[in-house]
């Protein structure tokens, strides 16, 4: 059953996209649709004489949150729409319309307890940019330092929350009406994007996203990550370096700056991928309104990001099958993304290997060695997703985020450097990171790292043995068994022991000889020798 406020939220919908002259959304989702007969009562707003795309971006900016950061991700994706709509929309990334600086002052006068005047030594009332969620205004700091002040919106939790419990409303009509829930998850997907949101409405979290990500970048020369202010920081504010650059959506700027194109939509792929597998955590809000270019080298320009809300991270197993996926497609080993989508249950165990192998070929063939000017990656999606149809493929909500984060460096990617060949530039650094991974390097470290409880286990392992024996001992049954059966059990205990030491002292020669022949930590390859010969030692029944 509906709430009343559901009701009222999806009545003011359709107010709003008849105001605009966008009725021909509701005739097509059938939801409601008589309602919109009532509303043509009323004046609409310039309908005949504003494009297709002016309308859409008034449209989202009136109806909140939720519906401006559809309008930004669509924005990015020239392929799929006309570019004077995507025109339009690219202003809802950071043009949506400001707050009046009167209520951002008062706001901030509340949260510090202070005239700002005592707070910074100038502050700009005039915002440098307004999204859906918060705006910034530039200041100076005491000591001389430019900052940018990030507000949140007021009452912006109230809007958002209001519209999450809306989607929620759908996602359960979906459960209860529609066959394909099952597989895509509408619940599941509502809940990671109810979390994704909430978090962005804690600049204190933000703030500490960017520390974190300026740590992972600490002398790299592909990405800048502007200092936080703590002392500034609070939970509706944030307060950050300032950092100047040409955006990156400004390509005559770009190219004026000489600068090298190519390299710069390369770096950005690199960025990505980087992010994502060794570093395990991904700027996942990458529209053009959040990224600069620091061109004081032309040749080697270098991104400067902000906006560090949303952040994304994988789970080591998502990790790994995601790798494995990419360098199979890569290597158009179709048949092991078959297998791999079956062991990790992201298709029913049950599924023929050869019939989902066909399948996956039929869909990714076509798009190799091509540039991005001539792929249609929307295509490709919706050509995977007709598959997961076919074999009860489940959506991964854990990876929407991914997915939406790959959605945008293609589109800004596109922008950049059409002929830009996504796959070549991020498979060196995949092979890399799985490498890293199962490589030798990868087993050293794992023996490194397992060290101590190593030698813990084998200092503790005759206590424990003996408490095991004792128990055994003390228990009533074996008071009655025979001495043979006793000796027999003393010969399986000796047995048992032997066979410990001898495959720890396996293990740590293996081990050794890999290191030795393989990595330049020689005294590990030696200790563990060592630990093996004697290990072996012990595994004597004499002993």
Request: charged letters at 25%; aromatic letters at 10%.
């Amino acid at each position: 059953m509906i709430s009343l406020k559901n009701l009222q939220r999806l009545i003011e919908i359709q107010r709003v996209l008849v105001k605009y002259g966008l009725d021909e959304i509701i005739k097509k989702t059938h939801f409601l649709r008589p309602l919109r007969y009532f509303f043509y009562i009323f004046p609409k707003k310039n309908i005949k004489t504003d494009s297709l795309g002016r309308r859409l971006r008034l449209a989202f900016e009136e109806l909140g949150p939720i519906f401006v950061k559809f309008g930004q991700v669509i924005s990015t994706r020239r392929d799929l729409i006309s570019h004077d709509i995507a025109d339009e929309l690219s202003k809802l990334q950071d043009q949506v319309k400001p707050i009046p600086s009167e209520k951002i002052i008062d706001q901030l006068i509340k949260i510090y307890g202070l005239p700002l005047k005592k707070v910074f030594l100038k502050f700009d009332s005039n915002p440098l940019a307004a999204a859906s969620v918060a705006q910034v205004h530039g200041a100076i700091l005491k000591d001389g330092t430019e900052v940018i002040v990030k507000i949140l919106r007021p009452d912006i939790q109230k809007f958002i929350k209001r519209d999450i419990e809306m989607l929620y409303f759908l996602a359960n009509l979906a459960n209860k009406y529609w066959p394909r829930s099952k597989n895509l998850k509408p619940l599941e997907i509502i809940t990671e994007y109810e979390k994704t949101v909430m978090n962005e409405l804690n600049l204190m979290r933000e703030g500490a996203n960017t520390a974190q990500l300026k740590r992972n970048f600490e002398g790299s020369n592909l990405l800048y990550v502007p200092n936080i202010f703590w002392d500034y920081c609070r939970k509706e504010v944030l307060v950050q370096e300032r950092i100047y650059g040409i955006p990156i959506r400004d390509m005559e700027a770009l190219k004026s700056a000489k600068t090298n194109i190519k390299t710069l939509a390369e770096n950005g792929v690199e960025i990505f991928f980087t992010q994502v597998f060794h570093h395990n955590f991904f700027h996942a809000d990458m529209h053009p309104g959040n990224i600069f270019v620091q061109v004081e080298d032309p040749k080697n320009p270098k991104y400067a990001a902000v906006d560090f809300g949303i952040m994304g991270t994988l789970s080591a197993s998502d990790q790994y099958y995601l790798a494995e996926n990419f360098l199979a497609f890569f290597d158009r080993d179709y048949y092991k993304i078959a297998k791999l989508h079956i062991d990790s249950g992201w298709v029913p165990p049950d599924t023929r290997i050869d019939e989902l192998e066909t399948a996956v070929r039929t869909v990714c063939d076509p798009i190799f060695n091509k540039p991005l000017s001539e792929i249609s990656f929307a295509q490709v999606l919706l050509g995977l997703f007709e598959t997961a149809q076919q074999f009860d493929m489940e959506i991964q909500p854990q990876l929407i985020l991914l997915q939406k984060t790959l959605f945008n460096i293609e589109g800004l990617g596109r922008e950049l450097y059409p002929e830009l060949d996504l796959w070549k530039t991020a498979q060196p650094i995949l092979r890399s990171w799985m490498d890293e991974q199962v490589g030798v390097n990868a087993i050293v470290k794992n023996i490194r790292d397992n060290l101590p409880q190593l030698r813990e286990t084998l200092r503790e392992m005759p206590n424990i043995l003996k408490k095991l024996t004792t128990r055994v001992n003390d228990n009533d049954f074996h008071a009655r068994q025979s001495l043979e059966i006793q000796n027999l059990k003393n010969q399986l205990y000796k047995q048992q022991k032997q066979r410990f030491f001898i495959s720890i002292g396996s293990t740590a020669i293996i081990s050794a000889t890999l290191i030795l022949l393989f990595s330049n930590i020689t005294w590990l390859g030696w200790l563990l020798i060592i630990l093996g010969i004697t290990s072996i030692f012990f595994a004597n029944p004499k002993n």
